[in-house]
């Protein structure tokens, strides 16, 4: 009977429970070879001291640039299955650009995915945060990251208390503003700025996108060109610009085509360099990982601090 109870408790002390968004993941112990599609988990993972065996093909930077020279599976949106089957990895951790590839991954090995709210963004990184540092027993190291973030967000709603503020894509010549509920709606939650449009509703967030010069597309060009309108009328204290063109250190040109928008361009922030211009690999590649918000939420900080 002791032995049987030790042996038990072994087992149980092996054991790997994981929560994510399709539920429980339960394994008989813990991972060791890790690969993960998603940036966001890998950046989570690397500040916990987890690193993965393999990752997908993309440009590592910052808190990842030691990944740029392992082994690659892939890519973000096609997963190379015969590199992943020589690796044997015990978890997969798809992402929602390799989502469609689930059922795939998971005939390899158990793979999981977590989902990135962005009308709830923060508490989606901290749910993810939470549930990695829980399954791989590193919690404290995990508050202790989630502090940090804390902070910097706190210190970013203090700056911008009773401010406006909106977030601009820019691709080369055109200029389109992200409201709450789009991809980059959050900064709200991030910084604190009150956004001059209103929430994206789930019906217009569950539209399709419409086939290229389609009756659809154009009225959907036209609301967007509103809202731009209506952005620069309100004339907000902050814009926030990723330059899409600078992904992997390609051309730059937003600067130039928001002080040449004949709106835009007349606004007070751009006049005045409340443009906080972010660097576009952290946020359009990585995003919602707790290493990689903290960086990103420090720059906002060291540029919004200059300004106030």
Do not use: C
Request: glycine share 6%.
């Amino acid at each position: 009977m002791v032995i049987g109870s030790s042996l038990l408790a072994a087992q149980a002390a092996n054991a790997f429970e994981i929560k994510h968004s399709a539920g429980v993941l339960e394994l008989e112990q813990t991972p060791k070879k890790v690969v993960s599609y998603d940036l966001a988990q890998l950046d989570t993972l690397t500040a916990l001291g987890i690193e993965a065996v393999a990752v997908p093909e993309s440009s590592y930077k910052n808190s990842l640039a030691q990944y740029n020279d392992s082994p690659t599976v892939g890519t973000l949106f096609k997963p190379d299955y015969e590199a992943l089957k020589k690796i044997q990895p015990d978890l997969i951790i798809a992402g929602g650009r390799s989502a469609a590839a689930m059922d795939e991954l998971a005939k390899i090995a158990p793979t999981i995915s977590f989902a990135s709210d962005p009308n709830n963004f923060v508490d989606s990184v901290k749910d993810s945060v939470n549930s990695i540092a829980k399954a791989w027993d590193k919690e404290a190291e995990g508050e202790k990251l989630l502090e940090k973030l804390d902070q910097n967000i706190k210190q970013l709603h203090d700056l911008n208390k009773g401010k406006t503020g909106a977030f601009l894509f820019v691709m080369k010549d055109r200029v389109m503003t992200h409201a709450p509920g789009d991809r980059f709606g959050y900064i709200e939650e991030l910084t604190g700025l009150k956004p001059i449009l209103n929430a994206r509703t789930a019906e217009e967030l569950n539209q399709p996108r419409p086939e290229a010069d389609s009756p659809e597309a154009k009225a959907r060009a036209q609301k967007s060109a509103d809202e731009l309108s209506t952005v620069a009328k309100a004339n907000p204290d902050w814009f926030i610009v990723l330059d899409r063109g600078a992904l992997n250190d390609a051309e730059t040109t937003a600067a130039k085509t928001l002080e040449n928008h004949a709106e835009i361009g007349q606004t007070d922030a751009v006049k005045n360099d409340r443009v906080f211009y972010v660097e576009p690999n952290p946020w359009y590649v990585v995003t919602g990982g707790v290493s990689n918000l903290t960086t990103i939420t420090d720059q906002m900080i060291e540029k919004m601090k200059t300004k106030n």
